[in-house]
């Protein structure tokens, strides 16, 4: 009996330190656990071309500004740079191709829904001609972050991404030809140089 009435008082006073523990801590902040939870959702913007190669884009590149689009790129000599009647910008050298289009937003969509729409459009349309290679993650581009994905169409490597502005996006897409690192370096270095007017 002795030993059953030192066990329930020994419980007693485990009980009571635990309580005394629990309301002496802060309390907890439930916003702690939103900000734990959306830093590790939301991935950092990859950054594109000169940030991440050692020399920095040469001051001699030239510049080409649009202003019905609203942006600005640079890019060295020897590249074509060609507005063609649909009104997209083609930015050119050998296998070096990039592309840059304005386009709107419909309805309340976002850059992100037009971009899994666009997915989900090719996949269907191509089948297993179609493979997305790196899923879509954000990127800065300038001082904008946009969103990126990377795809394999049919056997050729397409960089697209998407730049939210104003009046709804720029869609710019990569084809150059990923076996040469110093055109998919430069095409980079001209996709990252944009700035939005």
């Known amino acids: 009996m002795v030993k059953v009435v030192m066990l329930l008082i020994l419980l007693a006073v485990l009980t009571l330190g635990i309580i005394w523990i629990i309301e002496k801590s802060p309390p907890k902040n439930p916003a702690d656990d ?19 190669t050692i020399a920095p884009r040469p001051s001699n590149w030239k510049q080409y500004s649009d202003r019905v689009m609203g942006f600005q790129i640079q890019y060295p000599d020897g590249i074509t740079v060609k507005k063609e009647n649909s009104g997209t910008l083609t930015v050119a050298k050998d296998r070096l191709i990039v592309s840059i289009s304005s386009e709107t937003l419909p309805g309340k969509d976002t850059v992100n829904t037009v971009a899994e729409q666009d997915i989900d459009q090719k996949m269907n349309k191509m089948g297993d001609k179609f493979e997305l290679l790196e899923t879509i993650s954000p990127v800065s581009i300038g001082s904008i972050t ?20 104003a009046t709804g996006y720029l869609f710019i897409t990569n084809l150059t030809d990923i076996s040469d690192d110093k055109l998919i370096s430069t095409s980079d270095d001209i996709i990252y140089s944009l700035e939005l007017l």
């Open 34 to 52: 939103l900000l734990v939870s959306n830093s590790l959702a939301i991935p950092e913007p990859e950054t594109l071309g000169a940030s991440t």
């Open 146 to 165: 946009g969103i990126t994905y990377t795809a394999e169409e049919y056997s050729t490597e397409i960089t697209y991404f998407y730049v939210p502005k």
